[in-house]
């Protein structure tokens, strides 16, 4: 069965660039989640889309900005990065938001701030 | 929003039931009890959920206290590739119903 897609898998940048990670969600699932994990800590919530609209904020700092297209592939923007915003960045999808939709997560992106 | 505690780390013998506890006191009525792993940084694998009713599938057997307040995750026969962090979440009921991990149960099954 399709899986979640994120690209690229691993991401090296330097400080203050550009980054720009992708998502594609399960086909029809309408509903996309971005989430942090630094080294040695847990996911950290930062954004989710459901039918291209924001539906929810965590801490997501003012540099990220994320966005849902058409076609239900998600794109989280990074500027001016910092040595912090290393870490592994996960993309779930769901069908609908409802909380009785279970949460599938794809394999990452590890990026790397030098 | 509800919050859950869950052991910071358990050991189980290969073969052996594990049984990982999680309190979550402060859940509402309507909120639902994830239980998800990830194994060595990869993305978190779904395990199973529930709202009151007991919950069991190929994976785990979920157990619900009758007050809501507690749940336990049972892996029958604990392999090698158990091994992960397990996650127990309640997903709040507000705007979004945002998916929030806690700290994690780090789970080692040993030979």
């Known amino acids: 069965a399709a899986g979640v897609i994120q690209s690229p898998r691993h991401l090296i940048k330097e400080k203050r660039e550009t980054a720009t990670l992708k998502c594609y969600p399960i086909?029809?699932?309408?509903?996309v989640y971005w989430y942090q994990q630094g080294p040695g800590q847990d996911p950290q919530f930062l954004i989710s889309f459901y039918e291209k609209m924001q539906s929810d904020k965590g801490s997501i700092p003012d540099r990220f900005s994320a966005q849902q297209f058409s076609d239900y592939h998600s794109e989280l923007n990074m500027s001016s990065l910092e040595l912090g915003d290393s870490a592994l960045y996960f993309c779930?999808?769901?069908?609908?938001?409802?909380?009785?939709?279970?949460?599938?997560f794809g394999s990452g992106t590890q990026l790397s701030v030098l | 929003d509800a919050k859950t505690t869950q052991p910071p780390s358990m050991d189980c013998a290969e073969g052996r039931a594990a049984n990982l506890p999680c309190n979550h006191s402060t859940i509402s009525g309507n909120e639902y009890v994830y239980w998800y792993r990830q194994i060595h940084s990869q993305g978190p694998q779904y395990i199973i959920h529930?709202?009151?009713n007991n919950e069991t599938n190929e994976m785990a057997s979920l157990i619900i206290t009758e007050d809501r307040k507690s749940s336990t995750l049972i892996l029958p026969h604990a392999t090698l590739r158990d091994t992960a962090v397990y996650y127990c979440?309640?997903?709040?009921?507000?705007?979004?119903?945002?998916?929030?991990f806690g700290t994690g149960t780090s789970l080692t099954v040993i030979p």
């Open positions: 529930g709202l009151k």
């Open positions: 779930a999808s769901s069908l609908g938001g409802g909380r009785n939709e279970k949460l599938f």
């Open positions: 086909p029809r699932h309408d509903t």
């Open positions: 979440i309640v997903r709040v009921a507000n705007t979004g119903n945002q998916f929030y």
